[in-house]
């Protein structure tokens, strides 16, 4: 369907036109004309399915047809990360364009100035701000906000700001709010806790779902399977193979982001990266250098692997299988964004293995296994649903008890009092 065909003014029409947005995509075809027609809506779709847009320009077209007060908040979005509020913040200013509509971003990690300016943009009765729970709360409690006339209510990614533990927020923020209101909620999956959450402030909503937990069809997803040791290497291999630029490596933690940086630098690529250990103003200009193209690879943790809206990504690497399966889907995510295609690549060592078969069944698809080149050895087998874990703790098992049988008495005794020592100190909270 094209957007055109829908009911939505010819002001946000030539805004889509001038972005070169003309046809829509299934979740947009669905929602907005539900939206259009003021029902609340439950919408389970994951990352880069265009959902921004399709919450956005009903609420534009909606603010410009129809007189809304202009000195209160009239549509509060509600996002778990700073770089998602910025997101839609830019998506915003697109689609508004021709439109006398005002929006703010309000976001933690800012310097005084951006606060203040955070602050005069609420004041002044943005029509829409887009907020992170936790600054929105302070805001409140500063007496900055006033959310009693706001119309609409929308919870972008609501399954991962549940993750990170804004639900009491949440309910907070919408107590301040009008009972009559049109409340839109997406998220990527469906548990417990968003089903739970949706009783509570929807109202008869329409549910609109779509490819749940699967990546995009655009994504060409493979994977080796490697020793821990191998993965330097193959990572190497696979810039020089598959691309090096437009590229992100998703790794574990900030301490491997770091090394594998300083790894590529020596190699002279062009990498920067992305972690909690650096300040918000480091952030944005790595971000800002990756998107403009003065940078080609990004290394970061899982401070990337949502709402991050770039569309040109050729490459997402897994240096790390990731801890949830759901996980992957974000991170992979990132390439093959508005029909394009791109690659995904895992890394898989044989503690990871069980992890990664678990990601196979659950997008219910059996990954492609990449031929690890001659020159850099043999990987080990793919046997996923060994849980090697356990069996290396069943083997210390054994032989602590063989330690035990031959020294019976002192062993057996220094062991015990070992054991009664630290169950003491855990009952402390000790380490």
């Given at each position: 369907?094209?957007?055109?065909?829908?009911?939505?003014?010819?002001?946000?029409?030539?805004?889509?036109?001038?972005?070169?947005?003309?046809?829509?995509?299934?979740?947009?075809?669905?929602?907005?004309?539900?939206?259009?027609?003021?029902?609340?809506?439950?919408?389970?779709?994951?990352?880069?399915?265009?959902?921004?847009?399709?919450?956005?320009?009903?609420?534009?077209?909606?603010?410009?047809?129809?007189?809304?007060?202009?000195?209160?908040?009239?549509?509060?979005?509600?996002?778990?990360?700073?770089?998602?509020?910025?997101?839609?913040?830019?998506?915003?200013?697109?689609?508004?364009?021709?439109?006398?509509?005002?929006?703010?971003?309000?976001?933690?990690?800012?310097?005084g100035h951006q606060?203040?300016q955070q602050e005069?943009?609420?004041?002044?009765?943005?029509?829409?701000?887009?907020?992170?729970?936790?600054?929105?709360?302070?805001?409140?409690?500063?007496?900055?906000?006033?959310?009693?006339?706001?119309?609409?209510?929308?919870?972008?990614?609501?399954?991962?700001?549940?993750?990170?533990?804004?639900?009491?927020?949440?309910?907070?923020?919408?107590?301040?709010?009008?009972?009559?209101?049109?409340?839109?909620?997406?998220?990527?999956?469906?548990?417990?806790?968003?089903?739970?959450?949706?009783?509570?402030?929807?109202?008869?909503?329409?549910?609109?779902?779509?490819?749940?937990?699967?990546?995009?069809?655009?994504?060409?997803?493979?994977?080796?399977?490697?020793?821990?040791?191998?993965?330097?290497?193959?990572?190497?291999?696979?810039?020089?193979?598959?691309?090096?630029?437009?590229?992100?490596?998703?790794?574990?933690?900030?301490?491997?982001?770091?090394?594998?940086?300083?790894?590529?630098?020596?190699?002279?690529?062009?990498?920067?990266?992305?972690?909690?250990?650096?300040?918000?103003?480091?952030?944005?200009?790595?971000?800002?250098?990756?998107?403009?193209?003065?940078?080609?690879?990004?290394?970061?943790?899982d401070i990337l692997?949502?709402?991050?809206?770039?569309?040109?990504?050729?490459?997402?690497?897994?240096?790390?299988?990731?801890?949830?399966?759901?996980?992957?889907?974000?991170?992979?995510?990132?390439?093959?964004?508005?029909?394009?295609?791109?690659?995904?690549?895992?890394?898989?060592?044989?503690?990871?293995?069980?992890?990664?078969?678990?990601?196979?069944?659950?997008?219910?698809?059996?990954?492609?296994?990449?031929?690890?080149?001659?020159?850099?050895?043999?990987?080990?087998?793919?046997?996923?649903?060994?849980?090697?874990?356990?069996?290396?703790?069943?083997?210390?098992?054994?032989?602590?008890?063989?330690?035990?049988?031959?020294?019976?008495?002192?062993?057996?005794?220094?062991?015990?009092?070992?054991?009664?020592?630290?169950?003491?100190?855990?009952?402390?909270?000790?380490?």
């Amino acid at each position: 369907m094209l957007f055109e065909e829908l009911d939505l003014g010819d002001k946000v029409l030539d805004a889509l036109w001038d972005m070169n947005f003309s046809e829509c995509t299934p979740i947009q075809e669905k929602a907005i004309p539900i939206a259009l027609e003021g029902n609340d809506i439950l919408g389970i779709a994951q990352t880069g399915t265009g959902k921004t847009a399709a919450y956005l320009l009903p609420v534009i077209d909606q603010l410009s047809k129809f007189e809304y007060p202009s000195d209160s908040v009239n549509c509060l979005i509600m996002v778990p990360t700073r770089e998602l509020a910025q997101q839609i913040d830019r998506q915003l200013q697109g689609f508004s364009y021709f439109l006398p509509i005002s929006g703010v971003a309000i976001y933690g990690g800012t310097d005084g100035h951006q606060f203040s300016q955070q602050e005069r943009g609420l004041r002044s009765g943005a029509d829409i701000v887009i907020a992170t729970p936790g600054r929105l709360i302070a805001l409140i409690k500063m007496g900055n906000i006033d959310l009693s006339k706001v119309s609409f209510f929308i919870l972008d990614e609501a399954d991962r700001m549940l993750d990170m533990g804004f639900v009491e927020d949440i309910l907070q923020i919408e107590r301040l709010l009008p009972k009559e209101r049109q409340t839109l909620l997406f998220s990527a999956t469906m548990p417990p806790k968003i089903k739970k959450l949706a009783s509570k402030i929807l109202n008869q909503p329409i549910e609109i779902k779509f490819a749940v937990s699967k990546p995009a069809e655009g994504v060409k997803q493979s994977a080796f399977i490697c020793h821990e040791t191998q993965k330097i290497s193959l990572l190497k291999y696979a810039l020089k193979t598959f691309s090096s630029k437009r590229v992100i490596i998703f790794a574990s933690t900030k301490q491997k982001v770091k090394l594998l940086v300083r790894e590529l630098k020596q190699r002279h690529y062009n990498a920067e990266e992305i972690h909690s250990d650096l300040d918000q103003s480091q952030r944005d200009n790595a971000m800002l250098d990756f998107r403009s193209g003065k940078i080609d690879i990004l290394v970061a943790t899982d401070i990337l692997s949502r709402g991050i809206d770039i569309d040109d990504i050729q490459m997402v690497v897994n240096y790390d299988v990731p801890r949830e399966e759901e996980d992957y889907v974000h991170r992979v995510g990132r390439t093959a964004r508005a029909n394009a295609k791109g690659i995904a690549l895992t890394l898989v060592n044989e503690e990871e293995q069980s992890k990664f078969g678990i990601i196979e069944k659950f997008i219910e698809a059996e990954i492609k296994k990449e031929i690890i080149p001659e020159e850099l050895g043999e990987g080990p087998e793919y046997k996923p649903d060994i849980k090697r874990s356990r069996r290396f703790h069943r083997g210390k098992k054994r032989n602590f008890n063989k330690s035990k049988t031959n020294n019976q008495n002192n062993n057996a005794k220094t062991s015990n009092d070992n054991r009664s020592r630290r169950h003491v100190n855990r009952r402390r909270g000790e380490k």
